[in-house]
């Protein structure tokens, strides 16, 4: 097959626009008419990050296309006065890369603002863009402080200056996680869009989404949270000797759905469009080892678009406990024109409806069971907009899967579950003049091990074949079958199996240099027996290489 670069890139671009995320888009700022005068401003309008660091960064690529590289090639007429501000000042202050593996720094300095320029620019400008970069990647955490999960105090000042002065601002948030948002209702811009790290594609990517070309329709796959502080994980996190996962599985929606539905400020799911879309027809239906949810997306709005559709269960408590919601499924219509509609159905296996039991308190130690019950259902945009679709009950407990323990803890501690609790009217979740059902923590003993993994591996170890050394059998003659996979490797010993399985490491010379290692025939006695190199590739944006050879970045 024919690597078609061009073709490739068209796909790229087109999946990083589906993936940016729109949170505001105040007075309908988005998308910019055509000639439209733009300001930009924010060093990574230049310092564009089109991925992560590590085995995902280090892509040799032919080019990369930046957020101020799209917007020069379009029809916007860009504020001149302010880029070559920029261009004089990062002069003086380059991009640093850090020194050594994963020690890029999460931000690059930034420019200070002067007052003047930014009024000046808002004068001639019809709309502002700021653009907030942060790097990410393997070996390099995150942690709750300026320039990482937290802006700037130069970023700051650069929003709240653009937002004061600009009756239109747009902030794209260049990164590969989440970042605080508190600053969004402090400055209140006009549109906030998450773009992510888009490969080699984003700036185009964009671009498209700015102008209109695409309508977003990306989700959050993350929780926002008003504070750090709100997530459970954040207390037990950083320590570099030990870290307690005492939230359980009540991470991210399934813990605020549950405990903080008051502390979401954009909830699981959550992504605006250009035009607007109604969910009809919502309806479960069981079928054989599950579910079918099925609903009618209709385009209501003036513009092309796609719309995401997400169904949650609410399982009952039971003797385990469950988060208030679960996502069990979910689709993407295609683009919909003003007034098409799409059926969409989504399968539901009874296995997304389980429940692990790692305590055996069903009865069912270390099986994934559905306790006894009504499950309930809800369809929606996210997981706040969900109408209720339907119930089933199940009158048994049904075993979805059996499994056997495998890591479980070894030292005590404390983790958190449900507790039933009736809410009134006034209060959290409550409807007016109703009373609700609400959950409140309550803690319980994590189940500790009870098998050594060792003691249980050396116990169902298979008995050991002999070595029958070198009796001429090539891996070709498996192929042929001339002799068997088993007959040909008993010809090797217990030295050669190592090198066949495990190989060298990364930048082995045997391979390509900058992939992730070697295996099979490493060693001249392997490859006497016509076992060849592998070559292991490595990252998750694209393919790593420092032989020269050009490869692609994507956004993952």
Same mark, same amino acid.
């Given at each position: ?52 660091? #590590?085995?995902? #960064? ?15 090639? !379009? ?5 001149? *006065?302010?880029? *070559? &501000? ?9 991009y640093d890369k850090g020194k050594g593996w994963g020690n890029e720094p999460w931000v690059q300095e930034e420019m200070p603002l002067p007052d003047e320029l930014v009024s000046k620019a808002a004068k001639e400008s019809d709309a502002a863009i700021v653009v907030i970069g942060r790097s990410a990647g393997e070996d390099h955490d995150n942690a709750a402080k300026p320039g990482s999960y937290l802006l700037t105090e130069l970023e700051e000042q650069m929003i709240e200056k653009v937002c004061h002065a600009f009756e239109k601002s747009i902030v794209l948030l260049n990164v590969g996680n989440i970042i605080d948002m508190k600053w969004v209702e402090k400055y209140s811009p006009s549109a906030v869009l998450y773009v992510w790290q888009g490969g080699q594609e984003g700036g185009n990517s964009v671009l498209d989404v ?6 977003? !329709? ?16 954040? *207390? ?29 400020? @954009? ?64 689709? *993407? ?32 130690? !270390? ?20 109408? @209720?679709?339907? !119930? ?17 803890? &070894? ?104 992939? #992730? ?40």
């Open positions: 097959m024919i690597f078609d670069m061009k073709k490739y890139a068209q796909t790229a671009r087109k999946a990083a626009a589906e993936g940016i995320v729109m949170l505001q888009n105040t007075g309908d700022v988005l998308p910019l008419k055509e000639g439209a005068k733009v300001a930009v401003f924010g060093r990574n309008q230049y310092n564009y990050y089109k991925s992560g660091t #590590g085995s995902g #960064g280090l892509v040799n690529t032919a080019y990369v296309v930046g957020i101020r590289d799209a917007l020069e090639g !379009s029809s916007f007429i860009l504020d001149e *006065k302010v880029g *070559k &501000t920029y261009e004089e000042w990062l002069k003086g202050h380059p700015l102008c209109g070309a695409v309508s977003p !329709s990306g989700r959050l796959t993350d929780t926002i949270a008003y504070d750090i502080e709100d997530y459970p994980s954040t *207390k037990n996190f950083g320590s570099e000797t030990e870290n307690c996962y005492a939230e359980d599985i009540y991470v991210g929606y399934r813990y605020f759905e549950t405990f903080a539905k008051d502390r979401v400020m @954009y909830p699981f799911g959550y992504g605006l469009s250009y035009t607007t879309f109604d969910c009809n027809n919502k309806k479960i239906e069981e079928k054989d080892n599950g579910l079918m949810a099925y609903c009618t997306v209709t385009n209501t709005g003036t513009a092309a678009g796609k719309e995401s559709i997400m169904v949650f269960c609410e399982p009952p408590q039971g003797k385990m406990g469950k988060p208030a919601r679960v996502l069990v499924g979910f689709a *993407k219509t295609g683009e919909l024109l003003p007034g098409e509609k799409e059926e969409l159905s989504v399968w539901i296996p009874q296995y997304h409806l389980a429940s692990y039991d790692d305590s055996g308190i069903t009865g069912y130690r !270390s099986c994934y069971v559905l306790e006894a019950g009504e499950y309930k259902f809800w369809i929606g945009t996210d997981v706040r907009s969900g109408e @209720y679709a339907g !119930s089933v009950h199940y009158k048994d407990l049904i075993v979805a899967e059996r499994l056997e323990e495998a890591l479980a803890p &070894t030292k005590a501690f404390c983790r958190i579950r449900p507790e039933r609790m009736e809410l009134t009217a006034g209060k959290t979740g409550a409807e007016c003049g109703e009373a609700t059902v609400g959950y409140r923590i309550a803690r319980e003993d994590a189940p500790l091990r009870t098998v050594n993994p060792m003691e249980r591996r050396n116990q169902n170890l298979p008995e050991t074949a002999s070595c029958k050394g070198n009796m001429g059998y090539r891996l070709p003659d498996v192929e042929s079958g001339v002799v068997s996979m088993e007959e040909f490797l008993s010809q090797l010993s217990d030295e050669e199996l190592v090198w066949l399985t495990r190989g060298e490491g990364m930048n082995s010379p045997k391979t390509t240099p900058g992939t #992730g290692g070697a295996f099979g025939g490493v060693t001249e006695e392997l490859l006497g027996y016509g076992i060849p190199i592998g070559c292991c590739s490595d990252g998750p944006s694209g393919i790593r290489l420092d032989c020269g050879n050009l490869a692609f970045s994507m956004r993952i």
